[in-house]
């Protein structure tokens, strides 16, 4: 990876890093697609451990919001979900599963933009939690089924369920690709090079909060996702 890519890769984290604390997700969509665009083999390791860093901050900061019986459902849909996503990681080539996170990435936002409100259901929870532990776990990107289903939450509310669901969900996904030998020295390596950038991202987004306005931050995110994908998929084919 050469200077240029990985000064982009870095700022994408951490901007990513600042959306995940404001918004409740936002690493995945944003990172997920850059790295594969440079490195497909380092997802999607790299971004569940950054996310599993910057999950926990968020946690420290806002822990008292977190709906314990809400992120618990959700796991439980997780687990099944989990199982599937290492599956496909263990059987995908690296130029499959690169079109696979652009594909999640675009069905996200494509969802996202159409409105679509599910109830927060207890069956609606455990799908949420499925598709985002299969879509998690295979391409990093499993904030869109869980911002869906919780976007009725109030902010601090949903940014702690968010990050509490996630932190337990990117350690369950962790430990199933480890014990797959999809866990690798050059991926945690390259974790270590970009943890600063999402430091920067959790360090920046509390004095931001005030001045954002988080459905435009949500567009904004959006866009950049799409346009990251959209290079995801040229480039698999040129």
Known sequence: MSPPEFTLLFITVAVGA???VSIGFGLGLLAA???AIFDPSLTPVVVLLLATGVTTAVLVLEGGHL?????????????????????????????????????????GVAVSLRGFVPAP????????????????????????????????????????????FFLAGSVMSLAVLAATGAVHTYSLWHTALLAPAAAIGVLLARPL???????????????????SATVLVIQQFV
């Open 18 to 20: 600042l959306l995940q």
């Open 33 to 35: 697609p850059v790295i």
């Open 67 to 107: 709906d314990l019986r809400g992120a618990g459902w959700a796991l439980a849909g997780r687990v099944p979900g989990t199982v599937g996503g290492a599956a496909l990681v263990a059987v995908l080539p690296a130029r499959q599963l690169a079109l696979l996170v652009a594909v999640v990435v675009l069905a």
């Open 121 to 164: 259901r207890r069956r609606s929870v455990l799908l949420a939690g499925l598709m985002s532990g299969l879509m998690g776990t295979a391409t990093s990107i499993g904030g869109p089924p869980m911002a869906m289903v919780w976007q009725g939450l109030s902010g601090p509310r949903l940014r702690a369920t968010m990050s509490g």
């Open 209 to 227: 909060a005030g001045s954002m306005d988080m459905r435009r931050t949500r567009g904004v995110a959006m866009v950049l996702a799409v346009a």
